[in-house]
Nanobody
Framework: QVQLVESGGGLVQAGGSLRLSCAAA????????MGWFRQAPGKEREFVAR????????DYADSVKGRVTISRDNAKNMVYLQMNSLKPEDTAVYYC???????????????WGQGTQVTVSS
């Protein structure tokens, strides 16, 4: 099983960009699909993006499509979330997670990282 640690969050103005990173420890990283999810204050955690093990297939929530790009580097055991044109409604704790299947459904993802805070000011 992999262990996950997110980084790259912070405070940014609306319209700005951030690149989140997720470092995975474990020798079988490329066997896992990876997902990014987020949880805003007072809201349920929601799907943001996912990528398959080889990096050849991606999927995005409608709310971020066109502004966000998920990618991975299996040689470095890293997953990234490039976020552009950020909006105040993107403010949330962002989590990366691993899954043995390609899905938007959270219950298929285990393990999870500890999360990284993204705050977008207006």
């Amino acid at each position: 099983q992999v262990q996950l640690v997110e980084s790259g969050g912070g405070l940014v103005q609306a319209g700005g960009s951030l690149r989140l990173s997720c470092a995975a420890a474990g020798r079988t990283f490329s066997n896992y699909a990876m997902g990014w999810f987020r949880q805003a204050p007072g809201k349920e955690r929601e799907f943001v993006a996912r990528i398959n093990g080889r990096g050849s297939s991606t999927d995005y929530a409608d709310s971020v499509k066109g502004r966000v790009t998920i990618s991975r580097d299996n040689a470095k055991n890293m997953v990234y979330l490039q976020m552009n044109s950020l909006k105040p409604e993107d403010t949330a704790v962002y989590y990366c997670a691993a899954s043995t299947i390609e899905s938007r459904v959270q219950r298929y993802y285990n393990p999870w990282g500890q999360g990284t805070q993204v705050t977008v000011s207006s």
